[in-house]
């Protein structure tokens, strides 16, 4: 797979809201109601991830967890970030 051109992953973050480019990882922060469901999305996101076989590094700050993704095997972002981006989407629009 890959790496995606500046303009393809404009073009695929034109449809993904809030995520961004940021030192070479595809990146977007979520706020949830509380801990504990901040950790069932990480939980959600961590099937997600298992089934895709792509794992986003997380990070969580009470109610806040970061998503970061990057094909580190490719050296850089490619559709699978982007795929697993529209997912974590999806999963965090039911917390």
Do not use: C
Not at 23 to 39: M, Q
Request: no cysteine; glycine share 8%; hydrophobic share 40%.
């Amino acid at each position: 797979m890959a790496v995606l051109s500046e303009a393809d992953l404009n073009s695929a973050l034109s449809s993904s809201s809030g995520w961004q480019v940021d030192g070479g990882e595809l990146r977007k922060t979520f706020t949830t109601p509380s801990f504990v469901t901040a950790l069932a999305l990480v939980n959600r996101v961590g099937d997600l991830a298992e089934a895709a076989g792509h794992h986003p590094d997380i990070s969580i700050n009470y109610n806040r967890v970061t998503f970061a993704l990057v094909t580190h095997d490719q050296g850089g972002i490619t559709e699978k970030d982007v795929a697993l981006a529209r997912q974590i989407d999806q999963a965090a629009a039911t917390t």
